[in-house]
């Protein structure tokens, strides 16, 4: 059978996530503001996020500490399709060393293709899935020419992908992320909502910047303690919410998805 006539895969919480120790080097992670970084605070607070994970059934894999600042946000640097792991090229020249360790794991359980085109920058936090679609983020990391490369690995494995232009935020998953099957949290001053309305995804606005990247993992959804706000909502609408502190996370332009790689069952897929 093959993967365009096989049946639409379901939503479901990950089955593995990859992580990796915050390093000493994190304090010059790379970020938009002076901001100082306490990196013991940094360590403490992604140790509670793995624990998250691992409450919510997750089996969790944690890569041991690498002196490159920006390491710990292993989701940019690969990108999942449901027969392929799409190995990518980050948008900031000094990320690029991330690669080659995640890639080396990753290599011996998964087929990966790897971008190598000089001209193609594509970070993983610019990649949203949505059932059989991907959104992809044009951003200050991520190009056209890297969106045209996974595009094509992506139809290949039977998913339609969409290029939309960020308004605002480093990476597209800064803006806007799945709550669940059928459901956004969006930052409506950063993403248009109506680029997802208009295909019949319902979205929620966050009420803070910090509430727009949430960790959807099926009954369960991880949230940032910096979006009270939004926490509120969620909890409103009967959702259950899983609060962490990642403020020093914040403080490097990252955020929950950015700390992880996320693998799904067989015929299904995970945020």
Sequence with gaps: ?????????????????LTRTVSESFQNAIRSSDIRID???????????????????????????????????????????????AIARPGAPQRRSEV?????FLQPNYPTVQLSQPNATLD?????????????????????????WLAKHAHSNGIEAIPIPLQEGLHLKSVV????????????????????RDRGIACIEASEFEGANLLGLGDTIIASAAAPRTIET???????????????????DGA??????????????CV
């Design 1 to 17: 059978m093959t993967e365009s006539s096989s049946p639409a895969p379901i939503f479901s919480r990950p089955e593995h996530a």
């Design 39 to 85: 990196v013991a605070r940094a360590r403490r607070q992604h140790h509670s996020y793995v624990a998250a994970l691992r409450d919510a059934g997750i089996t969790v894999s944690i890569l041991p500490p690498v002196d490159m600042p920006d390491g710990c946000f292993i989701e940019d640097v690969a990108v999942l399709l449901p027969n392929t792991v």
């Design 177 to 196: 992320t799945v709550i669940d099957q059928s459901t956004l949290s969006i930052w409506a001053d950063g993403m248009d909502p109506a680029h997802f």
């Design 234 to 252: 969620l909890v409103r609408s009967g959702r259950t919410v899983k609060v962490v502190e990642v403020d020093e996370f914040h403080n490097a």
């Design 124 to 148: 993983g936090g610019d990649v949203m899935r949505m059932g059989q679609t991907l959104f992809i983020g044009l951003s200050s990391r991520t190009n056209e020419a890297g969106a045209q």
């Design 256 to 269: 929950l998805t950015c700390l992880s790689l996320r693998f799904s069952r067989a015929n299904a897929w």
């Design 100 to 104: 080659a360790s995640v890639a080396q």
